[in-house]
Each structure stands twice: as C-alpha cells, then as structure tokens.
C-alpha cells in the first residue's frame, strides 16, 4: 500500500530538498495524483521562491496565531469540511504552483515567510505539535504530503520526522553527502524515527553515494521558473530518474509513459554505484 506522507530530510545544507520536493510533487500530480508540500524549512524559506504572488498566509502563521474568532460573532471560513488546526486552515496557507495548469493532478505549496520574531515562536514545541496535527489534516485532502524537511536540529524538524510515515534522507551524491547520511541517521534515530531510504541528488553516472536507494541526476533546467523540469513535458533522463524516486519514496507504482524512445531505455539502477548494481 503506498504512503501517502514523507519527510525529504536534508543531510546537509545545500542538498537540494526543496527543489526535489517540488519536482517529485509534480511527477507525482502529472500521473493523476493530488499532492501538497508543506515547509519544515523555516530559516531558507526556499519553498517561497516557488510560489507565486503575495503570500498572505504562510505555514508559520498556521502553527502560532490563533485565527478563531473571540467575539462572538460566527466566523464562515470554519463552517466547511476544510482541515483545520485549533480554528487556523490549511486551505489558508496552500498556494497551487503554476505548473498544476499542465498536470493531470494537483500541486499546493504551504511555505513558510515570515518575520524573524513569528518564526521563532513557530520553532517552539508547542508550534511542533501543531505542524504535526497539520501534516495529519492535509493527509486527509491530499493523495500524498512532502514535508521539506532540513537537517534535523530544530523542533520542526523532529516534528516532520516523526509526523511523517516514511523519512527519505537527500544527500549531496559526493563524500560530504556520504559522511552526512551517517551523522542524519544518528540524529533521526535520537528523535525516535528512522530512515526508510536514501535519495543521492546531483547524481553523477558514477558517485560513492552507495546506500543509495535512487538517484537523480542534475537538472539541465537552472531557473525556477522553469521547475519543475520533469513534468509535464519530460525531455531528458531527469524525469524519469525523478519518477523512479518518487516510486521509491512513497512504495508507488506511477502510471507514467515517457515518449522519447532513448527514455524508455532508461535504467534508474544505472546512476547506482557497482555495489548495488
């Protein structure tokens, strides 16, 4: 059965979590499916970048400002079936990325933007456990939940990774990548949780990353505004590396065709390392 949450969980800084995110939500929305990604990256608020137009209501205005009413008066927004957390909505914080025009399924981002002093109090463990129940209500609306998760020492970090159903390490497919995946399940497991399978992004053909359970190559595409770059019209070999991890991350099988005949040859096991070939 497939998960339907999973915490991308940075090794290191830089290892290109929110970008994967991003393009695993959409390969996923391109096969039919409806996805959110919501940000566990308080302090590099990149998920943001994705987004388009003012954010008006971030993720961490959902975990520390109390949006019930205290006048008595009815509050309408609370009257439907809409997920909620203490009288704060999700529907509130989601901003569908440009790409879902071109996707058969639904992409929504939650990122977090916010001043210094709101993010602080949206680190604390009472922010913690509502960014949990959080996870639980968008479960409940969506297909599957990313969480862009950084390296695990803060609250809302432990709290994606142990919300979630299934924890996915990146790491930078070099040494530094290969020495971090050590210290992160050393941490994960502190808190807890464990790790069910590791992602090498910015794979070369040949990398030492050999716990590796998919890998994925760099994207041609340097630009945001062209992410993602593996749907709706995949080009290269990237998109069907990025569907082979998506199927791994969430124990799916993704209905997806890719046209170009030099695609269908395509090998994810190719951009493993000999040892696990």
Do not use: W
Request: hydrophobic fraction near 45%; glycine fraction near 6%; include cysteine.
């Amino acid at each position: 059965m497939a998960h339907s949450t999973a915490a991308l969980v940075g090794a290191t800084g830089g290892a290109g979590t929110t970008r994967l995110a991003v393009e695993l939500g959409a390969t996923l929305a391109r096969d039919g499916r409806e996805i959110a990604v919501l940000d566990a990256a308080f302090a590099t608020e990149g998920l943001a970048r994705h987004a388009t137009g003012r954010i008006d209501t971030d993720l961490t205005e959902l975990l520390v400002e109390d949006r019930s009413v205290d006048d008595g008066r009815p509050d309408d927004r609370l009257s439907d079936d809409r997920p909620s957390v203490d009288g704060r909505l999700l529907s509130d914080g989601l901003r569908e990325h440009p790409a879902t025009a071109d996707l058969a399924g639904r992409l929504e981002l939650c990122p977090a933007y916010a001043p210094f002093e709101r993010m602080a109090r949206a680190k604390t463990a009472d922010a913690a456990q509502r960014f949990e129940a959080l996870v639980a209500e968008a479960a409940e609306s969506f297909d599957h939940v990313l969480l862009d998760t950084p390296p695990v020492a803060a609250n809302q970090s432990v709290a994606a990774v142990t919300a979630a159903e299934k924890v996915a390490v990146v790491a930078p497919a070099d040494d530094r990548g290969v020495d971090a995946i050590q210290r992160t399940r050393g941490r994960i497991a502190d808190v807890g949780a464990s790790v069910d399978c590791i992602l090498a992004n910015l794979a070369a053909p040949e990398h030492p990353v050999e716990s590796a359970d998919a890998a994925i190559p760099e994207s041609e595409v340097a630009s945001l505004e062209e992410v993602p770059a593996s749907a709706p019209d995949p080009g290269s070999t990237f998109a069907p590396a990025v569907a082979h991890a998506a199927e791994v991350v969430f124990d799916a099988d993704l209905g997806l065709e890719f046209e170009d005949p030099g695609l269908l040859d395509f090998d994810a096991d190719e951009l493993l390392p000999d040892a696990l070939s």
